[in-house]
């Protein structure tokens, strides 16, 4: 119906145009575009510029010529995903409707579970009976855990920053930026994520889901520490690692602070170093929206700062081994993680965002080294 429209409208264009001006159709007309489309917004042109066609019609004309002409166009309107470059498994393999809240979860970047994931597995493992494996159901039970708590996360981040995030080039196209879920589906879908997380707590013993239940307060807080403070990465790290506490206690019934804060500083320490790069990318973004990172404040002085706390998380993870008497394998791992820590510092181009990415997810090779290794020293204990 709408080309019905259009083709009478231009047709009418046409007609009065043929009346109104008396140009010749060697100036109008160039013959290696004879087409009737542009034979119609290049007279336009020309009656607007001479004030022969009244405002309402120009106005009715600039109305109609809008409508979208192609798949493109029709797709952005139909309320899909907006175009984000490379598309992901989730734009390939799940339907339609499920996609926004993939994106949301970051189903397709499983850096962060990977990330949220290890401190759990250190822990785990080193709760471990020397010369047993670690128990396989309780790894899964945080593994699932740790998918959905990284989901839960992600989706509080992005319904408080969603102002922030349309004005960052890397955000603006997240599901609640772009507008393609509302904040009350977001909402919904965050208390979906909750539920979940709370029948996987309730495996646990009774020590253990009060520990994780008071996470919950680092969660739901930590986005909005970029507002306050240049050390929202420190308070990244406090959440992120809890499952350094968790881990232990899951296995044991309580903690053993000589073992388990060593291990949970260590693990802020390390987010205090991926997360730093990481912020990198966006400190551009950041200063114009005027939100605050350990990436503006540490400024050229970056990689002083996190050598330092790159050397702090190896010196705890090294007590907390010592702590646990743990076998000597443990600390032949520890010196490949501590290389792995070495070269992401020491290469890391910070004016280049995507090598800052690429050191950030080369993280989760640092954590499955120090799993290794914590692996191999409770079994040769």
């Avoid at 990284?150 to 196209?173: F, M, P, S």
């Avoid at 394998?329 to 501590?338: E, G, N, R, T, V």
């Avoid at 995507?354 to 954590?367: E, H, L, P, T, Y």
Wanted: net charge positive; aromatic share 12%; hydrophobic share 45%.
């Amino acid at each position: 119906m709408a080309s019905f429209f259009l083709r009478r409208a231009s047709c009418s264009a046409t007609r009065l145009l043929s009346s109104s001006l008396s140009l010749s159709t060697a100036t109008i007309i160039p013959k290696s575009n004879p087409n009737p489309n542009f034979i119609y917004h290049h007279h336009l042109l020309q009656l607007s510029r001479e004030n022969k066609i009244a405002s309402p019609y120009l106005t009715f004309i600039k109305e109609i010529s809008t409508i979208p002409s192609t798949k493109k166009e029709q797709k952005q309107n139909s309320g899909e995903l907006p175009n984000r470059g490379e598309k992901s498994w989730i734009d390939v393999h799940l339907p339609r409707q499920v996609r926004p809240y993939a994106h949301l979860a970051r189903l397709d970047k499983p850096i962060g579970t990977w990330l949220l994931a290890w401190p759990c597995m250190w822990s785990i493992s080193l709760a471990a009976e020397p010369g047993i494996l670690p128990d396989f159901k309780t790894m899964a039970l945080f593994g699932c855990g740790a998918l959905l708590l990284r989901g839960a996360g992600c989706t509080v981040n992005d319904l408080l920053d969603r102002d922030i995030d349309t004005k960052v080039e890397r955000t603006k196209l997240r599901p609640v930026a772009s507008g393609l879920l509302t904040p009350f589906q977001g909402l919904c879908f965050l208390g979906f994520q909750l539920f979940l997380g709370l029948g996987i707590l309730l495996q646990l013993n009774n020590y253990s889901r009060v520990l994780g239940a008071s996470s919950l307060l680092l969660v739901f807080s930590y986005p909005l520490m970029k507002r306050f403070t240049f050390w929202p990465q420190a308070f990244l790290g406090l959440t992120f690692n809890w499952g350094a506490l968790l881990g232990w206690s899951a296995v044991k019934g309580s903690l053993d602070p000589a073992i388990v804060l060593p291990l949970y500083a260590s693990g802020v320490f390390w987010t205090l170093v991926y997360d730093t790069i990481y912020a990198h990318q966006d400190k551009e973004d950041d200063l114009k929206v005027g939100v605050k990172s350990t990436a503006l404040r540490f400024g050229d002085s970056t990689k002083e700062w996190i050598t330092g706390f790159g050397t702090a998380c190896i010196s705890s993870l090294a007590l907390c081994g010592f702590n646990a008497d743990i076998g000597w394998s443990y600390y032949a791992f520890l010196a490949a993680a501590s290389g792995q820590l070495a070269w992401q510092i020491w290469t890391v181009d910070l004016s280049c965002r995507a090598d800052c990415n690429r050191k950030f997810v080369s993280n989760k090779w640092f954590g499955a080294i120090v799993f290794s290794g914590i692996l191999f020293g409770r079994l040769l204990s």
